[in-house]
């Protein structure tokens, strides 16, 4: 047994007081780590026995300005997710945006994989430039990464191969469309296999929900929000260790509804229970459940329940 490292994101974890090198193209960076040169100015994949022969880039924590994916193929990796661990043993799938900072992280055992480097100017002018927003998962962190079955293991790996033989090819007028399609394909796959992850990870993900709930039923029944005003979808993700993102995408995926959505029907249930059980006016009990103006909550809840706060009341009492 020997020590690997491997790279993965740092989105979501504390901050680190080590320097941060930033860069900006993809030969900045190969330049920089004695990495073999990019066959195309603006889509680099690299394989992990590459990354592993310098020693440079295994110690330095560093920011990209453009999209990244690290595959982890065998087994050895661990991290924690809240309060419980989990390791890669299924390879796992990881996606940075530009911007998020990058690190190491120690690993037993060798590690197989690649890393492929996506610059955005590469997609300008192809309609994926504007669909890259809607793949949540580059936002998520690394306590969120996919894990892939034997089966969606091949898909990927068949996708990256012909990437690397496009790239070894004589780039012509057709490269660039096919190499797009093919990462295309790529983030549509990882789409489809991160739903099937909510599925198979549902008794973890249900303890996610409970703990969100029981979270935000505290927050209201302390009168945290009198002081604070109604919880972020930030506030959350922190106090479950999860990144925005991965939460919002799980609620809707299981509920239907983003954080926002959620956090409202827990207030309304709230609010009802307020109603139907105190004397206090609308407007105190709007200012209770920190709205400035009773206006805002009279809207919302009849949005929310097809009633104004007056005729829940009435309603409720006949």
Known sequence: MFTRRFFL????????????????????????????????????????????????????????????????????????YGQTSYDFMEGGLSFISPGQPIMCLHS?????????????????????????????????????????????????QTL???????????????????????????????????????????????????????LLSQYFNDDMILANGLPSVQYLADNLNVSPRYLGDMLRFYTGQNTQQHIHDKLIEKAKEKLSASSSTVSEIAYELGFEHPQSFSKLFKNKTNKSPLEFRASFNN
């Open 160 to 214: 990256v191969s012909i990437i690397d033989d496009e790239l070894k090819t004589s780039i012509d007028d057709l490269s660039q469309d096919v190499l797009v399609a093919q990462l295309e394909l790529i983030l549509n796959y990882s789409q489809r296999f991160y739903k099937r992850q909510f599925l198979t990870r549902k008794l973890i993900n249900n303890d996610l929900l409970n703990q969100l709930n029981s």
């Open 9 to 80: 994101n740092l989105y979501g974890m504390k901050t680190f007081n080590t320097k941060i090198r930033h860069f900006r193209t993809l030969s900045e960076m190969t330049q920089a780590f004695n990495l073999p040169k990019p066959q195309h100015p603006l889509i680099c994949l690299l394989d992990y026995k590459d990354i592993m022969s310098t020693t440079e880039m295994l110690s330095t924590h560093f920011v990209t300005d453009f999209y990244s994916i690290y595959y982890n193929k065998k087994e050895g990796c661990s991290t924690s």
């Open 108 to 156: 037993v055992d060798s590690v197989e994989g690649f890393a492929l480097f996506i610059h955005p100017d590469f997609l300008r002018q192809y309609p994926l430039d504007a669909k890259m927003k809607n793949y949540g998962f580059f936002s998520y962190s690394v306590t969120e990464s996919l894990r892939l079955s034997e089966k969606e293991k091949h898909i990927i």
